[in-house]
């Protein structure tokens, strides 16, 4: 009988769950791996979809959606995961993340300005959850980002003017939140009797519900980023818009007088 009860406390202690001890992690710094454990309390990771090794291992970089590389926290790829909660500001000390998505979970609260920290970031997706708030300034230093959405979220409030630091993107996403319309007077890159031409254009087509499938946001862009060169469809040269290609966006309504105003144009395309 005894060694019946022996082998059932072994058993029992093989399948208990160690929480992660980042004292005596090496493999990336213990702040860093403090950051991935705050984010994990934060966003219930206890009931995620799926959180193999969080909490658990003391081998963080195999964690579940963490990438790593020279000791450092590099991914975080974590999307429809079903967190739930708040970002921590923590997650600012995940200084050499390059990419960050969390698309289509749960989160709430608002995005911490601590975001700003990580400055090394190209990729940065959080569309698709309950986020609310207005976007911190401190988004005007990830510099290096190519990719930036925060579609369909709760966001409210103004554009930072320092998203216009922003010069390397891409790909910029913000539809679907109750975000203010664009001021063309903000705007730098085009003169602003163009750039309200293209908010006269988008309004009497009723751009919010262009609609095709190309791999982006039929009105990436449009009445939302004060970059128009930059809005899908609109090409600039020298100051001005040269191009208007919006062929297959299903454009509805009429062509207002304003585009008279775009008065470099070469191309224009709307078919």
């Known amino acids: 009988m005894k060694n019946y009860w022996l082998v059932i406390v072994m058993l029992f202690a093989v399948n208990v769950q160690a929480d992660t001890d980042c004292s005596v992690v090496t493999e990336i710094s213990q702040i860093e791996c403090e950051a991935l454990l705050t984010f994990y309390d934060s966003t219930d990771g206890s009931n995620w979809g799926y959180n193999y090794g969080w909490n658990i291992t003391n ?8 990438d790593c590389s020279d000791g450092h ?12 909660g708040s970002i921590p500001p923590e997650i600012g000390n995940l200084t050499q993340l390059t990419s960050l998505y969390l698309f289509n979970n749960n989160l709430s609260g608002s995005i911490p300005p601590e975001i700003g920290n990580l400055t090394q970031l190209t990729l940065f997706n959080l569309e698709y959850n309950q986020l609310s708030g207005s976007i911190p300034p401190e988004i005007g230093n990830l510099t290096q980002l190519t990719r930036f959405n925060l579609g369909y979220n709760q966001l409210s409030g103004s554009i930072p003017l320092e998203i216009g630091k922003l010069t390397q993107l891409k790909s910029f996403g913000l539809n679907n939140n109750n975000i203010n319309n664009l001021n063309c007077s903000v705007v730098t890159e085009i003169p602003q009797i163009e750039c309200e031409a293209l908010l006269a254009f988008y309004d009497s087509t009723d751009g919010s519900n262009w609609d095709y499938d190309w791999g982006h946001d039929s009105n990436y862009g449009w009445n939302i980023t004060n970059k128009p060169c930059l809005w899908i469809g609109v090409t600039c040269k020298a100051g001005h818009i040269t191009e208007l290609f919006l062929y297959g966006t299903k454009l509805s309504g009429s062509i207002p007088p ?4 775009l008065t470099q144009l070469t191309s224009l395309s709307l078919m």
Not at 59 to 66: A, Q, R
Not at 73 to 84: A, Q
Request: proline share 4%; charged share 20%.
């Open 59 to 66: 081998t963080p970089c195999d964690w579940i959606g963490v």
């Open 73 to 84: 926290v590099t991914e975080l790829f974590l999307y429809g995961k079903k967190l739930s």
């Open 258 to 261: 304003e585009i008279g105003n």
